[in-house]
């Protein structure tokens, strides 16, 4: 229904006003009436209106200044202009509010419905108009989130992104503040328990999407100083971002809240402050490991800071560990991790970090392949299953049952060449948008390029370059259709090298430009719905 406000002077103009259209079933409530420009013109600054009905001929303040008021605080409301004097002031005067329609008293039903109902269509187009660009604007937003987290996790995991691609995508998605700024890492997430033994018991696995909600409104507040992240693959736990200082502040606001909207506790782990994209990694393993400790304590209050500064494991052995388990060497890879956890042994904290490290890429490894090889995909969540660990050597055997079972998991007989297209088919549908070679993919599935060249394209038809291509430009058109990103940005979310490529990829595959495409595909909206 649209609001509508009736501002006459004589009251018999207005009752009649009312009595000689059927407002309800066209859509129209009437909301309001004044009976002088004054009243009419609080009512504006007070409440929404979309329609107004209004004499020119009024004591206190004319319609003339109404409209122009009016105008000033709703821009967008509909104007029906109802005098009894043929003044060529009062025309002018609509002319220059752009009032809908001009009528003269008496009025009669036929004159008023008419109008209305040219009313309601400039109303129903423009609503419907709104409500499309509020829903792509919403798309966007969840398909910008989505890619905003993306990129995030694969700086924090430390994975190889190319240098070139680093500028602009920290440009679109406003990290320039943050790359240079210290910062610190908070991971969160919900504890089981019952303060009241009458109460019932809230299991957190329940709770995953009520915790992310609260968690992201706790972020959005925080403009500019707070960062909120997720792994997929842990529905249950939170990360965030926060510049130094803020931490504790922000802890506490987030312990709180979750207690009073959700009534349970928080599990959270803060911590080292580090600065640039470079140390993001760093600061998010320690705030794993924080995490990690605070499941540990008793007691009520559950966040912990990592003290121990000692440094991580170095990257090149990280990815010297991950090419040992993608090859299915677990020789070597014993070797690697006995001497991290020979080392790592010597304190609580770094037998923790080396663990969550290791179990991270192996993980990560997993995920690389399209499959969980080794296990539940959450081994390094649970702060408990390290507490049995008493020697180097029962550390090395854990470790080495979930590469075997991740060795095991890839060479498993019913995995078969069709599954293993399949795989990397969702592999390019999942990473698209960051860099890909045929090389690269390969690796992950322990073939040799040129065979694995000659597989993927008698499995799926066509070529992998052809396949990678296709996927990005799928996307690319779809927010051309959906959104009004410029071709710049669109580029860089969907993978392409450059804007020039794109557009000559784009041409090539279209038989035109991007921007032409855009103006088609706008031009067929409005053809197909002409009241838009």
């Known amino acids: 229904m649209y609001n509508v406000l009736i501002a006459d002077d004589e009251i018999e103009v207005r009752e009649g006003l009312k009595l000689k259209a059927d407002w309800s079933g066209m859509g129209f409530v009437i909301s309001g009436e004044a009976a002088n420009g004054v009243e009419a013109a609080r009512l504006l600054q007070s409440g929404h209106y979309d329609l107004l009905l209004t004499d020119m001929n009024m004591p206190v303040m004319d319609g003339v200044q109404l409209l122009d008021i009016c105008r000033t605080h709703n821009p967008s409301i509909e104007i029906i202009i109802i005098t009894g004097y043929e003044d060529f002031q009062y025309a002018r005067a609509g002319v220059r509010n752009h009032a809908m329609d001009y009528l003269l008293k008496p009025v009669t039903r036929g004159e008023l419905k008419a109008a209305l109902i040219k009313i309601k269509e400039e109303l129903d187009k423009r609503r419907k108009a709104q409500d499309e660009s509020e829903r792509i604007q919403w798309r966007l937003s969840q398909y910008y989130q989505q890619m905003k987290t993306h990129f995030i996790m694969d700086l924090v995991k430390g994975n190889k992104l190319p240098p070139s691609a680093l500028p602009e995508r920290i440009r679109l998605f406003h990290l320039e503040e943050w790359q240079h700024s210290e910062v610190f890492f908070l991971t969160a997430g919900l504890r089981e328990t019952s303060h009241d033994p009458a109460s ?37 736990i939170m990360h965030f971002m926060i510049l130094d200082g803020m931490q504790h502040e922000f802890a506490e606001r987030l312990r709180v809240q979750i207690m009073s909207y959700l009534t349970m506790e928080v599990q959270i782990g803060i911590g080292l402050t580090v600065a640039g994209l470079e140390r993001w990694k760093e600061g998010y393993v320690h705030s794993l490991l924080a995490w990690n400790l605070a499941g540990r304590q008793s007691g009520y209050a559950q966040t912990a800071e990592v003290t121990d500064h000692s440094p991580l494991i170095p990257e090149e052995i990280n990815r010297a560990m991950h090419r040992c388990l993608l090859r299915g060497d677990l020789d070597s890879f014993r070797g690697m991790i006995r001497k991290e ?192």
């Open 200 to 236: 019932e018991i809230r299991i957190p696995e329940d709770m995953h999407l009520p915790f992310q909600m609260v968690c992201h409104e706790i972020a959005e507040s925080y403009t500019g100083s707070a960062l909120v992240f997720q792994d997929t693959a842990h529905p249950g």
């Open 341 to 532: 956890l020979d080392d790592a042994f010597r304190s609580t904290s770094r037998l923790i970090r080396c663990l969550l490290q290791i179990s991270l890429l192996m993980e990560s490894a997993a995920m690389d392949c399209m499959r969980q090889t080794y296990g539940t995909p959450s081994h390094w969540i649970s702060p408990e299953w390290v507490l049995w660990l008493e020697t180097p050597e029962q550390a090395e055997r854990l470790l080495m049952q979930w590469a075997q079972d991740f060795v095991d998991g890839q060479q498993q007989p019913e995995t078969t060449e069709a599954t293993m297209i399949e795989s990397a088919k969702g592999y390019i549908e999942e990473n698209y948008m960051q860099e890909i070679t045929l090389t690269s993919l390969a690796e992950q599935y322990n073939y040799h390029p040129s065979y694995f060249s000659e597989m993927f394209k008698e499995g799926a038809g066509i070529s992998f370059i052809q396949y990678l291509t296709e996927t990005r430009m799928k996307h690319a058109t779809r927010l051309l259709k959906e959104t009004q990103l410029s071709v710049w940005d669109i580029t860089e979310l969907t993978g392409f090298s450059s804007p020039s490529y794109f557009s000559a990829r784009f041409k090539k595959m279209h038989h035109m430009s991007p921007s032409e495409y855009r103006v088609l595909q706008s031009e067929k909206i409005t053809s197909q719905n002409p009241k838009i």
